[in-house]
């Protein structure tokens, strides 16, 4: 069965104060390692698609990278509008989308 | 260029009443699936479609039905709406699983 775990839960960061994001997964087949973000009240929207191990995708301050078994989402001087729930998801052999419960990232001034 | 419009953005229901949650895209999406978001337990697939015509189960598709007779529609129905379906539901489509999934902005339904 697929299983996608994130960590932490929650992360406060002051602004400029790096860190990342993991997401470890279980899939029968990878067809992608997806990253989203989503605002409060309103839909996830797409950041990366992640193929295979040692890919890299950048996007101002976020960068997604894969192994075999996590993903991480790099914050590299995070302001306080990168404040947003961060999802992961993988896309398996059967065409399910299966998303983890995602890490809440509080950025503060 | 809507993306994809869900209907209504918000409902409340009686229990035992029946109702049809509705999403449509216009990019030409062969694949669309619906989830409920409810708190700490992320996005949980319900059901999900790879194009007209066909439909399969996700995670959690007790008391909800689907169908795809259009390539653009996929309405998500509430037989006999219950309290445990008090969530935020969101409509999603992609050409495949391999591509980035756009969501709709979302239903919010609360059933007492």
């Known amino acids: 069965e697929d299983q996608v775990t994130q960590s932490p839960e929650a992360l406060r960061l002051q602004e400029g104060e790096s860190s990342s994001l993991n997401c470890s997964y279980t899939?029968?087949?990878?067809?992608?390692l997806f990253w989203y973000r989503q605002d409060p009240g309103k839909g996830p929207e797409f950041l990366f698609t992640?193929?295979?191990a040692g890919e890299e995708k950048e996007k101002e301050r976020l960068k997604a990278t894969l192994t075999k078994k996590e993903s991480f989402l790099h914050i590299t001087a995070p302001k306080p509008e990168d404040s947003a729930t961060y999802l992961c998801?993988?896309?398996?052999?059967?065409?399910?989308?299966?998303f983890g419960t995602g890490t809440r990232l509080q950025v503060f001034p | 260029n809507a993306g994809v419009t869900q209907t209504p953005k918000f409902q409340v229901l009686k229990t035992g009443q029946s109702m049809t949650l509705q999403c449509a895209q216009d990019?030409?999406?062969?694949?669309m699936s619906w989830y409920r978001q409810d708190p700490g337990m992320g996005l949980r697939l319900i059901h999900y479609?790879?194009?007209?015509?066909?439909?399969d189960q996700g995670e959690v598709p007790n008391g909800y039905n689907v169908s795809r007779s259009t390539t653009e529609d996929f309405p998500l129905r509430l037989l006999s709406a219950a309290p445990s379906q008090t969530s935020v539901y969101f409509c999603?489509?992609?050409?495949?699983?391999?591509?980035?999934?756009?969501f709709g902005s979302g239903t919010r339904l609360t059933v007492v």
């Open positions: 999603a489509s992609s050409y495949s699983v391999g591509y980035g999934y756009t």
């Open positions: 998801a993988v896309g398996d052999n059967t065409d399910k989308l299966i």
């Open positions: 992640l193929y295979s």
């Open positions: 990019m030409n999406h062969e694949y």
């Open positions: 899939v029968s087949g990878l067809r992608g």
């Open positions: 479609s790879v194009g007209a015509g066909i439909t």
